[in-house]
């Protein structure tokens, strides 16, 4: 893929038209088209400019994308190991220091309790494949039943209880 070519799908990726990327890296948007269709080479100075606009930078945009790791093994998951008693939990990606997701298997014992959440950044999403289970969100109770889903901002103190006699088993995104 040439220069121009990774820059254009940057563009696209975030839906900016030329004009917007012109404007947010202060360039003539004919400019960003020639340098989209490689009929020109940008100045360091630009490039950044044009990189940051897309949201990367030179770092990023010339590291080697050929190794990118796409699929997941059951037996790559990374146990979450400080978990209280009765919950077990394993990341389902290895390596996500650099995404902006979190996927997580949490399974509850009968009776057990996820540890309360403080307020953070971010989005949480969950799909309860087994079981029933209560989310808590700032002291509010939602009930939930196998194959039901929940997704909240996490600017709420949160956690999940299963107050079944059976085990429930959750897929747990967090957003960032």
């Known amino acids: ?12 990726s975030l839906g900016l038209t030329q004009e917007e990327v ?11 088209s020639q340098v989209e269709t490689d009929k020109t080479s940008p100045t360091v100075d630009n490039l950044e400019r044009i990189l940051k606009a ?19 093994r059951k037996d790559e998951r990374v146990p979450v190991y400080d978990e209280p008693r009765g919950i ?43 079981g029933n289970v209560v989310l808590v969100l700032d002291g509010e109770n939602y009930e939930l039943n196998k194959e039901d889903c929940f997704y909240y901002k996490a600017d709420k103190k949160h956690f999940i209880m299963n107050n079944s006699m ?9 957003i960032d």
């Open 88 to 130: 077990k939990s394993q990341l389902l990606m290895d390596a996500v220091e650099h995404k902006k997701v979190d996927a997580i298997i949490t399974t509850l014992k009968a009776g057990a309790r996820t540890d309360e959440e403080d307020y953070h950044s971010g989005d949480e999403f969950g799909y309860i494949i087994s």
């Open 1 to 12: 893929m040439t220069p121009g070519e990774k820059i254009r799908k940057l563009r696209m």
């Open 54 to 72: 897309v949201g990367s930078n030179l770092q990023s945009f010339f590291s080697d994308y050929k190794h990118e790791k796409i699929v997941y």
């Open 166 to 174: 059976k085990m429930a088993k959750i897929l747990w995104i967090k």
């Open 22 to 32: 012109a404007l947010r890296a202060d360039l003539a948007r004919s400019f960003i």
